[in-house]
C-alpha cells in the first residue's frame, strides 16, 4: 500500500435501497486499487447470498446481518485493507456498534429520498409495490430508515453526480489521514469488481444505468 502509514479502514456507505451506495463503492473502489492499496467491498445483496443466507428482513435478522458484515469489515481493516461497506443498514443504534467495534469507521450517508428513487431509480418496480402496498417491511416506506445524525459525511445523490461524491469522499479521506490525495486517478469505463449488486455488461464493465 502506498497511502497513509497502510493500515486499514472502513468506509461504511448508509441509505436507502436504490439512493447510488453500490454506485459509488464500486468507483472507490477502482481509485483505491490504482493507488495500490488492498480493498474489498462488502455489499447487502452479495452478502446476503453468502454470510447472511437464510436471514429474513426482520429487525432481528437485519440487525444481525450488519453485525455479520462488521465482524468481517473489522477483520479486514485490522489485516490492512481498505474496506468498503455499503448495506442500507437502517438501524442508528446498529451502525454506532459496528463503528465502535472497527474504530477506524468513515460513516457517509448517501441521501435520497424515496419520492425520487420511485420516480427515477426503481429498475424492478419494488418501490412503487411497496407504495401500492404490495410488499410489506420495505425500508423507508413502511418500514424504518433511521438516517445518521453526525456522518463523517453526507453525499446528495439529488443533486450529485456519481463523480462529484465520490470526489467528496475522497476529499473526506484525505481530511481524516486516510489518503495523501484526493485526486481521482480512474475515469471511463470501470471493470466490474464482482463484489456488488450492479449489473455487468458482455465485457464485464459497469453496466450503465439509464
Not at 69 to 79: C, E, K, P, Q, S
Not at 88 to 104: E, N
Request: negative net charge.
Amino acid at each position: 500500500m502506498t497511502e497513509v502509514d497502510a493500515q486499514g479502514f472502513t468506509v461504511w456507505f448508509t441509505g436507502l435501497s436504490g439512493s447510488g451506495k453500490s454506485t459509488i463503492a464500486e468507483m472507490l473502489f477502482h481509485e483505491f486499487q490504482a493507488r495500490g492499496m488492498k480493498t474489498e467491498i462488502l455489499d447487502g445483496d452479495v452478502v446476503r447470498q453468502n454470510l447472511s443466507k437464510g436471514l429474513g428482513f426482520s429487525k432481528e435478522d437485519r440487525d444481525t446481518n450488519i453485525l455479520r458484515i462488521g465482524f468481517v469489515a473489522d477483520l479486514l481493516t485490522r489485516n490492512g485493507v481498505a474496506t468498503i461497506c455499503c448495506p442500507i443498514s437502517p438501524y442508528k443504534a446498529t451502525r454506532d456498534a459496528v463503528r465502535a467495534q472497527i474504530g477506524r469507521f468513515v460513516e457517509v450517508y448517501v441521501h435520497a429520498t424515496v419520492e425520487e428513487i420511485a420516480a427515477n431509480r426503481d429498475p424492478k418496480g419494488l418501490y412503487a409495490k411497496a407504495l401500492a402496498g404490495e410488499i410489506t417491511g420495505f425500508t423507508g416506506v413502511d418500514d424504518p430508515y433511521e438516517a445518521p445524525e453526525d456522518p463523517e459525511l453526507v453525499v446528495d445523490t439529488l443533486v450529485e453526480t456519481p463523480e462529484e461524491s465520490l470526489q467528496h469522499v475522497m476529499d473526506t479521506l484525505r481530511r481524516l489521514g486516510y489518503l495523501e490525495d484526493a485526486a481521482r486517478l480512474v475515469e471511463g469505463d470501470r471493470k466490474h469488481s464482482g463484489m456488488t449488486d450492479l449489473r455487468v455488461t458482455d465485457s464485464g464493465h459497469v453496466a450503465k444505468e439509464h
